[in-house]
C-alpha cells in the first residue's frame, strides 16, 4: 500500500491524517498485511494502535533495508547468552515448539530451560531449571552423545548414550520429556538383542511425523525402528545394508522427497577395499534402504586413523546437501586435506565441492577436519560451521559455506575456542535469525549473520485466525510450515533439528514478543511448499490489543498478519 492509500485507508477508519505523518517514514512506501473487514473495524476504533502499527512496519522496513545496504556474503558476529546456573556444562540444545530452548547439563540427570526475554532476545533471556531424568531400573539415566528429537505433539525424546554419567556403556536407556507437565517418562529400547545398545545413535523425524531410531552397535544386520508416541512402543524396520551392515558414527539427513540420507563409514573396514564412497537411501513408503550415488571422494575419516569418523550432512533450502568430510590427516603419505561434497537432491548426483581451509593446529597452518563437528544453515542461506586440526585438537575455527560453494573463514566465538576441539559444540537455529552454540560449559554464545533471510524459504500461511484469545487453542494452515532445512546438524552424537513452525506474536503497541505453543504438525516436510497444519495454543500472559503473527522455521518468518488479541 502507498502511503497516499494509507492516508485514504486511515481516514477511511475515522484515523487522523497527523497520526500518520509524524511516523519517521512518511514519504516512503510501506505495505500492510492483509486484514480482514472484522480487524479494519478494531483500528477504526483504536486509533491509536493503527499509528503504532503503521510505525512499527515502517520501522521494520527501514531496519531491513539497512542491514540489506550493508550486508557481506560472509561474517556475522557473536553475542554472549547470559551465563547459565555454574558448572552446568551445557550441551544438546533443543527448542521446544513455544520457543523456549531446553539444553543438557553434559553427561548429568540435569535439564535447564533459556526463556527469550520480552523483545525476543535470548542472549538476555532468563534460565529456570527443569525436572531432572529419571532413574530407571536402578540406573540414574544422564547420557551424553545420544539420539534426540522435538515430536509433532511437542514432547522431547532422547534415547541412548555413548555415557551414561563418567561411565562409557553405551547404553539403551532412553526417556520422554513433557514440557506442559515439566515431567520425563522413562521410554524402553526396542526389543532384541540387537537394541541392548543404543549409544551415540542417530535419529530423524520422517515427514509423517514418526521419529525413526537406529542403534549405535548392531552387526548383520543393522537396526532401526519407528517409535510410537502413544503407546511408547516401537517397531522395527530393516537398517542400512550395503555399508558393511554396521552404521555406528553416521548420521541421518531429511531429503526433499521424504527419503533420508545417510554416508557410509564402515565399507572399507569390513567389507575390504578403498576407502567407502557408499550412500544409501532409505525410503519410507518401502520401509526399505537402497543403494544411493557414490561420492565423488571419500568422506569418512581414512581406515588408518581409527576414528571412523564423518562431517556433518546438511540440506540447504535449495535442494543440495553439503556432506563435510573428516580426514584427520594421519595417513602415511595421505592428504591432510578434509574435503566437501555436494548432493543435487534432484538429479542424485554428486559433486565435489571446495575443501576444507588449512588454517587449523597450533601454527594456524594445519589442515582443518570436520571428524566430529557442528553445522548449521542459517536464515541467508550460507552454512556456519565448526573445524579443528586432526581429532578433537584445540584450537576451533569457525567457516561460512556459502549457496556457490565457496568458504570464508569468519571470526570465533569470544569464549573458549582456544582451548577446544569441534567435536565440543552443537548449533541450533534460534526462532530469530541467530544460531545459538553450546561448547561444553556454560557460557553460551549466538551468531548474528550477516546477511538477509531467503524469503523463499518462509512458510506459507493459507489459514490462520485474526482474532484470538489468551490460553485458546487455533489451526494453523500453510505450505512448507517447516522451512526448506532442518537447521542444525551434527550426525550421530546429537540431533537439534527445527523443521516445525514456531508461531510468533509481537505486540502493535509495546513491541513484546511472545511465542505460541504448536503441536499436532501434520507434516515434517522439507520440500518446497509443502502443505501442512498445525495447532497453536495462545500464552495465557499475551497483552490483549493488536499483534503482529509470524509463522517461524530455521529463523526465517512468514509474512506477517495482523492479529486481535482479546
Given amino acids: 500500500m502507498s502511503i497516499t492509500g494509507l492516508f485514504r485507508f486511515a481516514l477511511s477508519l475515522g484515523v487522523a491524517a497527523s497520526a500518520l505523518a509524524s511516523t519517521a517514514y512518511a514519504q516512503s512506501t510501506v505495505k500492510l498485511p492483509p486484514m480482514s473487514t472484522q480487524t479494519a473495524r478494531y483500528f477504526k476504533s483504536h486509533p491509536a494502535e493503527y499509528a503504532a502499527l503503521i510505525n512499527r512496519i515502517a520501522s521494520q522496513a527501514q531496519h531491513a533495508g539497512a542491514i540489506a545496504r550493508f550486508t557481506t556474503t560472509a561474517g556475522g ?24 530452548v531446553m539444553v543438557a547439563s553434559c553427561d548429568t540427570k540435569s535439564w535447564f530451560k533459556l526463556t527469550p526475554d520480552q523483545a525476543g532476545n535470548y542472549a538476555t533471556g532468563t534460565w529456570s531449571k527443569l525436572a531432572d531424568l529419571p532413574v530407571i531400573g536402578g540406573t540414574q539415566y544422564a547420557p551424553l552423545y545420544h539420539a534426540s528429537a522435538v515430536l509433532p505433539d511437542g514432547r522431547v525424546i532422547i534415547m541412548g548414550g555413548e555415557y551414561n554419567g563418567p561411565q562409557s556403556v553405551w547404553t539403551n536407556l532412553g526417556a520422554i520429556y513433557d514440557p506442559v ?26 515427514t509423517n511425523g514418526q521419529f525413526m531410531l537406529a542403534t549405535c552397535c548392531a552387526y548383520h544386520p543393522t537396526a532401526d525402528a519407528l517409535f510410537n508416541p502413544k503407546t511408547l512402543g516401537w517397531t522395527e524396520v ?19 522427497s521424504g527419503d533420508v540420507l545417510t554416508v557410509d563409514i564402515w565399507t572399507s573396514s569390513i567389507l575390504g577395499g578403498p576407502a567407502s564412497r557408499n550412500t544409501e537411501i532409505y525410503m519410507p513408503q518401502k520401509a526399505s534402504w537402497l543403494r544411493g550415488p557414490q561420492t565423488p571422494v ?61 588454517v587449523c593446529g597450533a601454527d594456524g597452518a594445519t589442515a582443518c577436519t570436520l571428524a566430529d563437528a557442528p553445522a548449521a544453515v542459517m536464515p541467508d542461506g550460507n ?21 556457490t560453494n ?82 542444525a546438524y551434527y550426525g550421530d552424537d ?18 513484546d514478543v511472545v511465542y505460541a505453543r504448536t503441536t499436532d504438525l501434520s507434516n ?19 497483552e490483549t490489543g493488536s499483534s503482529l503473527m509470524e509463522i517461524v522455521a530455521n529463523g526465517v518468518a512468514s509474512k506477517p498478519s495482523i492479529v486481535t488479541v482479546e
Avoid at 387 to 402: D, I, L, Q, R, V
Fill in 77 to 100: 558476529t557473536w553475542t554472549n547468552v547470559k551465563a547459565g546456573p555454574k558448572n552446568a556444562g551445557f550441551c544438546n540444545p533443543l527448542l521446544l515448539t513455544d520457543g523456549t
Fill in 181 to 206: 507437565a515439566n515431567a520425563w517418562t522413562p521410554v524402553s529400547a526396542p526389543l532384541g538383542t540387537q537394541w541392548a545398545q543404543i549409544g551415540d545413535a542417530q535419529s530423524i523425524v520422517l
Fill in 238 to 256: 530393516a537398517g542400512p545394508r550395503f555399508g558393511g551392515q554396521y552404521q555406528d558414527e553416521q548420521g541421518y539427513t531429511l531429503l526433499p
Fill in 298 to 358: 571419500s568422506m569418512p575419516d581414512q581406515d588408518v586413523c581409527g576414528t571412523f569418523e564423518i562431517g556433518p550432512s546438511a540440506l540447504r533450502g535449495d535442494g543440495t546437501v553439503v556432506q563435510f568430510g573428516a580426514n584427520t590427516g594421519c595417513a602415511a603419505g595421505g592428504s591432510p586435506i578434509d574435503p566437501t561434497a555436494v548432493l543435487d537432491t534432484h538429479t542424485r548426483q554428486w559433486a565435489q565441492g571446495p575443501n576444507v581451509p588449512s
Fill in 383 to 403: 552454512l556456519l560451521f565448526a573445524a579443528s586440526s586432526g581429532y578433537g585438537n584445540a584450537p576451533t575455527h569457525f567457516f561460512e559455506y556459502s549457496p
Fill in 406 to 487: 565457496t568458504i570464508t573463514q569468519v571470526s570465533d566465538p569470544l569464549e573458549n575456542s582456544t582451548g577446544e576441539g569441534s567435536y565440543s559444540y552443537f548449533f541450533l537455529d534460534l526462532p530469530n535469525g541467530q544460531v545459538l552454540v553450546t561448547d561444553f560449559s556454560n557460557q553460551m554464545e549466538v551468531y548474528t549473520p550477516a546477511g538477509q533471510p531467503i524469503a523463499a524459504y518462509a512458510p506459507i500461511v493459507y489459514a490462520a485466525p485474526d482474532k484470538v484469545k489468551a490460553g485458546g487453542t487455533y489451526k494453523l494452515v500453510g505450505a512448507q510450515l517447516g522451512g526448506r532445512t532442518a537447521g
Fill in 494 to 511: 546429537a540431533q537439534m533439528e527445527t523443521n516445525y513452525p514456531i508461531v510468533r506474536f509481537t505486540n502493535v503497541a509495546t513491541g
Fill in 524 to 542: 515434517y516436510s522439507v520440500a518446497p511448499k509443502a502443505l501442512g497444519e498445525a495447532k497453536f495454543t495462545v500464552p495465557s500472559t499475551i
